[in-house]
């Protein structure tokens, strides 16, 4: 069974189709790209199987349950983590604080819990701020945790970005524009975060991102989208070679 599986997804704005039978079928433990021209559909693709927009037609199904209809929050809690294209995080809250707080998903205590301080929520507690230090130390901003996050480098905030997303412990993680506004060196780094999250947490990783060089390093399977269709789906080297790839980036030239 497919980790997540994508079928015949499509999605209206008013009159405006936006994604037109958009299908994916992404397997345990694989980085696939999702790559197009700008406005050719790719956030919205993420919105809509993340749940912040209900697709007009079609299925999405992660480990053969379907999610369509329900909140960003339940879909979270089953196992789906994201990154935005442009950053939401809280500037009046610590690095330590936005990866804590993005645990509160997974723990049981309830309010009971909350009000007595039972031994079940001291030791849920006690784990959250454990694995916390973990993510900020795999992420490297382990040294911030006291910062306000607005504070910090572009890339550092990226980072956190990714460990608040981690902390959930995806079973998918949906990555948009890891490295946008990233210098050449903060794009080396964020290449390795990015292996060593697929290696240390076996987690299946889709992205999507401009830096072709990018998407040709990380992924063995890249999908290309424009105007909500897939144009062509194949390794990193078919898809450099595919005609219909060049023509949607560099244009048709015309022959006289």
């Given amino acids: 069974m497919p980790l997540l599986q994508v079928s015949g997804m499509t999605h209206y704005f008013g009159g405006l189709r936006a994604v037109h039978r958009y299908h994916l079928t992404l397997e345990p433990g694989e980085i696939r790209g999702l790559i197009g021209p700008n406005g050719a559909g790719k956030t919205t693709v993420f919105n809509l199987i993340t749940g912040i927009h209900t697709p007009t037609e079609g299925k999405v199904e992660l480990e053969g349950r379907s999610i369509v209809g329900r909140r960003p929050h339940q879909i979270a809690a089953l196992g789906l983590g994201r990154t935005f294209q442009n950053l939401l995080l809280w500037r009046h809250m610590t690095v330590g604080e936005h990866v804590r707080m993005a645990h509160y998903s997974q723990l049981g205590y309830g309010l009971i819990g909350a009000l007595f301080g039972t031994p079940r929520r001291i030791a849920e507690e006690r784990r959250v701020a454990e694995n916390s230090m973990r993510l900020m130390e795999m992420f490297d901003v382990a040294r911030y945790r006291d910062f306000l996050v607005g504070n910090l480098p572009y890339g550092a905030q990226r980072r956190v970005e990714m460990a608040r997303a981690m902390a959930i412990d995806p079973k998918v993680l949906l990555l948009d524009e890891p490295t946008a ?76």
């Fill in 181 to 256: 506004g990233m210098t050449p060196e903060e794009l080396v780094t964020m290449i390795g975060t990015i292996r060593q999250v697929h290696r240390d947490f076996g987690v299946a990783i889709l992205l999507i991102e401009h830096r072709l060089k990018f998407v040709m390093e990380l992924c063995r399977r890249i999908q290309t989208l424009v105007f909500g269709e897939v144009i062509a789906e194949g390794t990193p080297q078919e898809i450099q070679r595919n005609p219909h790839v060049i023509e949607a980036y560099l244009g048709k030239e015309e022959i006289a």
